[in-house]
């Protein structure tokens, strides 16, 4: 059976990938399981049919068969379960790979989201001079240590895998503030990820949505 | 083999249960499986001997034989792969109680920190009146929908799992603001998960070292 997910119908970002879907299009592509995309605007996102699906009337979903999903980790933990290519065969490989997939979303984007959400509503606001500094410095305390474990490697741990598929996605949304720059190895990694055929795939479905929209 | 996991050596709060070894420690009590604790201090944690199990320098990690892990999310999700009580059978609703797992830390957590880590270290600040309604706000818009989704049931789908384990403690975080009391049904299910022996079990634990510290 084809999943269906559902993504923005306006993407605020115009194209650029940063809306999650991109994450679990990515694994998808990675996967090379086909997929169809239900495409929801602000207001039925909110509304009890999409509610449903994600009690924070957030994108996205995955739907297949009787199972609905929401959380793209989630998604993509159920997804590398049923295909080889984003989780390692052996268990204990398998278990730090999936420790990267949280360290994505649990340690990684919440200094960036927050960092990102002051640049973009919180600027003109008398404090939002004052306190950006404070909220770049966490993002560096957090990328320096990243990059640390990184080192000279390919991927975070051994081949690549859903952990860096996420930590990718959540280091791209630093694009344009230039911080990522500061972290060669960092930028390099993130480019490693972007020329890989199945993100390609995945960013161009995307972006020929939001680009005609 | 015992498993080793790190904690504070002396918990900013105090025993209170916030820092994230409390949510390993009650999942290990909820499967019956017995542990040891390394204390670290501030300062070991920043060192090369703890980074190298948590590239963040942060705690809880978790040892097991040569499977050395971070992030309280992927630790759980180990435990409860090695133990029956914290994932259902049913690969369905395992990979639901999955992606509430990731909603703790990734949807429902981050704003809750933001405004803890506003009301904390920000207050002194001039701009830290005129902010905390929108951190609340955020807040509130969370826990209202996950109210919503919660309903009259007892956990968040169908018997405890790991995604309440985690969502409880993402929330108790809330406890002295007052702002879970707002939305009584969460309140009354914090409540429901604190009753559980299990939680009892691994609070008191915590709560013996730091009390003493």
Do not use: C
Not at 42 to 56: D, L, T
Not at 148 to 171: I, K, P, T, Y
């Amino acid at each position: 059976m084809t999943p269906t997910i559902t993504a923005f119908e306006r993407s605020p970002d115009g194209g650029k990938g940063l809306a999650r879907d991109m994450r679990v299009r990515w694994a998808l592509e990675e996967v090379g399981q086909p997929y169809e995309v239900r495409y929801v605007s602000f207001a039925a996102m909110k509304q009890p049919a999409h509610r449903g699906r994600n009690p924070f009337g957030q994108i996205p979903t995955y739907e297949d068969g009787g199972l609905v999903l929401f959380e793209s980790g989630a998604i993509i933990f159920h997804i590398a379960g049923r295909h080889a290519g984003l989780l390692p065969a052996d268990a204990d490989a398998r278990a730090r790979a999936i420790a990267w997939m949280f360290a994505a979303v649990s340690t990684v984007e919440p200094p960036i989201l927050e960092f990102a959400s002051a640049w973009l509503f919180e600027s003109p606001q008398s404090w939002a001079a004052e306190r950006m500094p404070m909220l770049e410095e966490r993002v560096h305390v957090r990328l320096r240590d990243l990059s640390a474990r990184l080192g000279e490697a390919e991927w975070l741990d051994g081949n690549f895998s859903a952990g860096d598929l996420m930590m990718v996605h959540v280091l791209q949304r630093l694009a344009p503030s230039g911080m990522l720059a500061k972290h060669p190895s960092l930028a390099a990694y993130v480019a490693r990820a972007e020329a890989r055929p199945a993100y390609r795939r995945a960013f161009a479905a995307q972006y020929a949505v939001n680009a005609a929209a």
